[in-house]
Each structure stands twice: as structure tokens, then as C-alpha cells.
């Protein structure tokens, strides 16, 4: 996995060696960062991962499971979070997850898990990258954190309903403004803009795994039409929900 992992060639032909850019990521105080094998065994972390640990030094990480450094509830989480991005070859975005700090205690982290493929085949996930942002300095507290979860989960299971900002808020049992001002700390986007990415991200989903009709994609990820569908889709990818499928069916060949 390491010929797999960790570099990227630019159109000269130039590999960037993954050193120089680990020694960013160490710069990282508040994001845990990890590379993981299909086996869950940590081969990259970062400072600050070593230091959620309670350990002093990669040495002391790499190689290891997350079995062997957090409690039995949580390393199941972790790695029943790797099996889904493995089995379904999909990324797993935004989920609000608690991990162990360095002072024994618990903190709120978003985390976000991406499928790394295999140099020889793309079609074969060789590992996956991770990192986890911690929401200390996001929200001023675990119930500001957990009324996000409602969110988020209400998104996940509303996608094809018309989504407004007041269910968002009833849900999450904020007024809309402490709401809004929330997902911008959290997420970097507006509550409408949280949803349209949801949204697209199902879309793409839905394009690359199944022979949907592009109509028929377009209502389930919560879109208008196929021609709103085509217009965010293509905004925010710049390609056409089309010209993603076709595209994702020639890598999966």
C-alpha cells in the first residue's frame, strides 16, 4: 500500500513525496489525520492523532488498530465506519462522531473517511485516509454538537423531500439563526448549502452504482427536475450528471 498511498503524480510526471506533506498535516493542532490498510491498521497518522492516543510517538501507533488504543465502544465505531467505506467503495462525509482527547476525556469531531484506490486497478480500495476535525473551538457545547447530529441525520433521511431551514432547526431544537451560525462553524456552509451538497453527493452516488434513469436520480436526491439536477450538479462538479457516469463507468472498467 505504500506504492499506493500517499503519492501524486502531476502532468509532468513529478511525484510529490508524501513526507513533505505529512510534515503539514503535523502543523494541524485541532485535525486528526490517519492513513488506514483494509485491515484497519494505522500506517500514516499525524501529531495530533499520536497525541488523542495518549501516546508520545508514531512508533507507538503505527501498525496498531484502533482496538488497541481506544475503548472496545469506540474502535468498533471506527472500524465499522472502515468496513462501509471499504464494502461500498464510497467516501464517508461529515459524521459526528465522540473520540477520545488526550486528557481522557471525550470531544465532538466531524470526521470524513475517503476510499483510496490502487495504482495497478481503481477499481480495488486499497486503504482509505481520514481525518477528524475537533468542534471544541466550533460550538460552545456537547448539545450544540448533538443537535447537529439531528441535522444531519434529518438530511440523510429527508433527501427527496422539500428540506427548509425551519425543519432543520425544529429538528435540531435551535432557533434558525443559532442554526445557521452553527453549520457555518461546523461545516464552512449555510444550512441550504449543507443540503445541496448532501444532495449532490447522493446523486453521484446513485449515478456511478445503479442504471437509474437520470430523471429518476434527480427526484431521489431531492432535485426539482432532471434540468436542476444538471445545473447544481455541473456547478459544483463541472460535469454534467451525465458525463460523471460515463466517466466513473470507463475508471470502472
Not at 512508533?59 to 488504543?69: K, N, S, T
Not at 468498533?76 to 465506519?81: G, S, T
Not at 427536475?225 to 472498467?253: C, G, M, V, W, Y
Request: charged letters at 30%; proline letters at 3%; hydrophobic letters at 40%.
Amino acid at each position: 500500500m505504500t506504492g499506493d498511498v500517499g503519492r501524486h503524480a502531476n502532468p509532468d510526471g513529478v511525484l510529490w513525496a508524501q513526507t513533505e506533506v505529512l510534515e503539514l498535516i503535523d502543523l494541524l493542532v485541532d485535525v486528526m489525520f490517519c492513513m488506514k490498510d483494509t485491515e484497519s491498521r494505522y500506517l500514516v497518522v499525524n501529531q495530533a492523532f499520536v497525541r488523542r492516543t495518549g501516546h508520545s510517538s508514531k512508533r507507538d501507533v503505527i501498525g496498531r488498530r484502533a482496538i488497541d488504543l481506544f475503548s472496545a465502544p469506540l474502535a468498533q465505531r471506527y472500524e465499522d465506519q472502515d468496513r462501509r467505506v471499504f464494502s461500498t467503495g464510497r467516501p464517508l462525509r461529515d459524521e459526528l462522531e465522540l473520540i477520545g482527547r488526550e486528557d481522557g476525556g471525550l470531544g465532538w469531531y466531524v470526521t470524513t473517511k475517503l476510499p483510496v484506490p490502487a495504482d495497478d486497478d481503481p477499481r480495488r480500495i486499497c486503504g482509505l485516509v481520514s481525518i477528524s476535525r475537533d468542534l471544541r473551538t466550533a460550538s460552545s457545547g456537547e448539545g450544540d454538537v448533538r443537535a447537529l447530529r439531528s441535522v444531519v441525520e434529518y438530511v440523510r433521511e429527508h433527501l427527496s423531500d422539500n428540506i427548509r431551514v425551519a425543519d432543520l432547526s425544529a429538528a435540531a431544537g435551535l432557533s434558525q439563526s443559532q442554526l445557521e451560525r452553527r453549520m457555518r462553524n461546523t461545516f464552512g456552509l449555510s444550512v441550504m448549502q449543507y443540503v445541496l451538497k448532501a444532495r449532490v453527493e447522493h446523486a453521484a452516488g446513485l449515478l456511478a452504482d445503479s442504471d437509474l434513469p437520470i430523471a429518476e436520480v434527480a427526484v431521489m436526491a431531492g432535485f426539482y427536475d432532471q434540468a436542476d439536477l444538471t445545473k447544481r450538479f455541473a456547478r459544483l462538479t463541472n460535469e454534467t450528471p451525465a458525463q460523471f457516469r460515463d466517466l466513473h463507468r470507463k475508471i470502472s472498467r
